[in-house]
């Protein structure tokens, strides 16, 4: 239902707020007839400001990475084109990646977009509901004939990103201020990211894992998802990656079957 | 009475902490959770946005945990567009009772802006025209969130830079209508009165004696910054980034001296200040309550 008429002041002051090239609405003035241009610019520059603000301090790795200048003009067209629909700004920047990936300026950082697909995942954590990780006894206690049909409950806050660079060794060597050393790119790394209790911790895993991780996370059974392992990387040692899932604290519970 | 009574959750959670009478507080930043924490138990409360503590887990709730254990709290929300046309978020009025129910502020507290037109949120506090027709919903969304919360909410009076055209009320008349309608309290901020009024230039000590002080349940202060308009005439932003300003003292001292002492908080959002700082500035406006206190309640004083 569209406002009563009395109410229109809000879809005349809005549109201008992100469209620097629009005048200040004409429903505005200063006060005994002054101009209303650099006052609206107060507002304009409040929302615009404090929108890239609140990107960079979910990308701190991407800016660091880009310089403060390179990545508050990239935010700004971002802010722009795709300003927050929710009030929860924790919520806020879910497309950033997307858009860094195909944003003319940061072509020559093809990695650029995973790292903060890494931050975005890493935030989320962050947040996530609190619950307690499966306990590697808990797993130990289940039969060896029951464990290929055994299904894993994700953990709230797990969470895993995939990428053809080297993004895992890129976003931990850029999230603080410490010297970055040589890097190379090219390595391909996926990553778990988890908060068991109170800290995100941000893993690398091996060739296989993230096919394992993903199928478990998604509910699919443990045989099932080491036969996927297995297609991915075929030395994938199944031990090894289901004990580093949970110790990591990826799941919080067992199931049996599908669920 | 021991008769155990199984509770019904719904109902429960929304009680009322004591009144905090005329202390001081400051905005909680997480930067200050150890130095807090550490101190030895103070006078005074916090105060969040409550945004900020709508995750569902996580270092954030541990932090005000934390913090609520030993302290009162004031929940101040800044994003429920009660001066929006549209209507109010049920999702995000659904969150800010959580946040009610589950802490238990002795402060609760909303602005006279909006933030939110269609889908878009501008996470700015943006002004409004005063008109009978933003006066009718402006007080049907406040009975909306005190229908939610089960208690008054503040109205925190705005700063701003622009004004309507349409207006056919003042600010202060437009308030007083809002509270008597709704019967909300105000959170009268005054360093937002002292910038609004020199944006607009008109007096602050006029726009006090308008205000209707005895609905006041809490009082902000904050720091501002200078800018120009167009005809290169001061105009001064609500930044929150630095000290309360003189003129701004002065005049809360005359509030108080007129209002009795009123929960009086500091608000510093950004560029923030090592943990004493804050605390000096809060322990500023402690003192100005205590000097005002109303004859007879100054026994403590005797007593020490």
Same mark, same amino acid.
């Given at each position: 239902m569209p406002p009563e008429p009395d109410l229109c002041f809000a879809a005349a002051f809005a549109p201008a707020l992100l469209d620097p090239v629009r005048p200040a609405p004409e429903i505005v003035t200063g006060p005994n007839?002054? /101009?209303a241009g650099k006052r609206y610019d107060v507002y304009r520059n409040n929302v615009t400001v404090s929108l890239i603000d609140a990107l960079a301090a979910i990308y701190p790795a991407v800016q660091r990475i880009t310089g403060t200048d390179f990545f508050r003009a990239m935010a700004r067209f971002h802010v722009r084109g795709t300003p927050p629909i929710s009030p929860l700004l924790s919520d806020y920047g879910r497309d950033f990646p997307a858009f860094i990936a195909q944003y003319e300026h940061a072509q020559m950082m093809p990695w650029l977009a995973d790292v903060a697909r890494i931050e975005r995942a890493w935030l989320d954590a962050y947040h996530a509901a609190d619950a307690a990780p499966l306990s590697p006894a808990q797993l130990a206690a289940v039969a060896p004939e029951r464990l290929d049909g055994l299904v894993l409950i994700p953990h709230p806050a797990a969470g895993i990103v995939r990428s053809q660079f080297a993004a895992v060794t890129i976003f931990a060597a850029n999230r603080d201020t410490s010297p970055v050393g040589r890097i190379d790119a090219a390595t391909p790394e996926d990553a778990l990211v988890t908060r068991a209790e109170f800290d995100v911790v941000v893993r690398h895993l091996p060739p296989g894992g993230a096919a394992f991780a993903s199928s478990l996370m998604s509910g699919r059974p443990l045989g099932e998802a080491a036969a996927r392992a297995l297609d991915a990387a /075929?030395?994938?040692d199944i031990a090894s990656n289901i004990t580093g899932l949970i110790e990591a604290g990826a799941f919080t519970s067992i199931a049996f079957g599908d669920v | 009475m021991t008769t155990a009574i199984a509770p019904d959750m719904s109902a429960v959670p929304l009680r009322y902490s004591a009144p905090i009478g005329g202390v001081a507080g400051t905005s909680f930043k997480p930067a200050h959770l150890q130095a807090i924490l550490g101190a030895k138990q103070q006078r005074g409360f916090f105060e969040v946005h409550a945004e900020n503590y709508?995750?569902?887990?996580?270092?954030p709730h541990r932090a005000l945990e934390g913090i609520r254990r030993d302290h009162p709290l004031s929940l101040h929300g800044v994003c429920m567009s009660i001066g929006g046309p549209q209507p109010l978020d049920k999702a995000h009025l659904a969150r800010f009772r959580e946040l009610v129910a589950r802490y238990q502020p002795a402060l609760v507290s909303e602005h006279l802006a909006w933030s939110t037109h269609e889908t878009s949120f501008f996470n700015d506090l943006l002004p409004l025209p005063y008109t009978a027709a933003t006066l009718r919903n402006v007080c049907d969304h406040i009975d909306q969130v005190q229908d939610a919360i089960r208690r008054p909410l503040l109205l925190e009076n705005p700063s701003t830079y622009v004004a309507f055209r349409e207006s056919s009320m003042s600010e202060t008349d437009f308030i007083r209508a809002v509270a008597e309608r709704t019967g909300c309290g105000l959170l009268l901020d005054i360093n937002n009165v002292f910038v609004s009024a020199t944006n607009h230039g008109f007096s602050a000590l006029d726009y006090l004696a308008d205000f209707p002080l005895s609905r006041v349940g809490e009082i902000h202060l904050a720091g501002h910054a200078e800018q120009a308009d167009d005809e290169g005439d001061l105009l001064l932003i &609500?930044?929150? &980034?630095g000290p309360v300003a003189d003129a701004v003292w002065k005049l809360y001292e005359i509030v108080i001296q007129r209002r009795g002492p009123v929960p009086t908080l500091i608000e510093w959002d950004s560029k923030i200040p090592d943990w004493p700082v804050l605390r000096a500035e809060a322990a500023a406006a402690q003192a100005i309550l205590d000097r005002c206190r109303p004859a007879g309640l100054t026994g403590d004083r005797h007593a020490a």
């Open positions: 007839g002054k /101009a /075929a030395d994938f | 709508m995750g569902a887990g996580g270092p &609500d930044s929150h &980034d």
